[in-house]
């Protein structure tokens, strides 16, 4: 199952979740409908707590190849710059930016974020 996330900077929410999704099993990718130049340093750290080092990870903007690519894909405030295509699972997550938000902040946006795979992973082996 492939999962495509989308986020507005692609520095933050989506890159939590692709480093999470991918940790849980499944093809994970994401982008930003207007894609920041690096990841936030507190999100960086909040995915070291876990053990999943996403450093070297760059923001990217939403391509039609990575829509058509994913089963499901998951928006989290990109708004109308989402591209939306026939057969495609679409989920709205509505999740705060975790930019210039202190690391605790983080750490719970993180944690919903989990909370929210290892859910559509169970309703996907139901």
Not at 18 to 24: D, P, T, V
Not at 30 to 44: D, L, M
Not at 65 to 76: C, F, N, Q, Y
Not at 87 to 108: C, M, S
Request: hydrophobic fraction near 40%; aromatic fraction near 4%.
């Amino acid at each position: 199952m492939n999962l495509y996330f989308v986020c507005v900077g692609n520095a933050g929410r989506s890159q939590m979740a692709q480093a999470l999704a991918e940790r849980a099993g499944f093809g994970a990718r994401s982008a930003g409908s207007r894609p920041e130049h690096e990841v936030h340093p507190e999100v960086i750290v909040a995915m070291d707590e876990l053990g999943i080092d996403i450093r070297d990870r760059r923001p990217k903007g939403i391509d039609r190849a990575d829509v058509e690519w994913a089963d499901i894909v998951v928006t989290m405030g990109c708004g109308d710059a989402c591209p939306v295509l026939p057969g495609k699972r679409y989920l709205d997550w509505q999740l705060t930016d975790p930019i210039d938000l202190p690391l605790e902040a983080v750490r719970e946006i993180r944690d919903e974020i989990q909370r929210r795979i290892q859910s559509l992973e169970a309703e996907l082996a139901a």
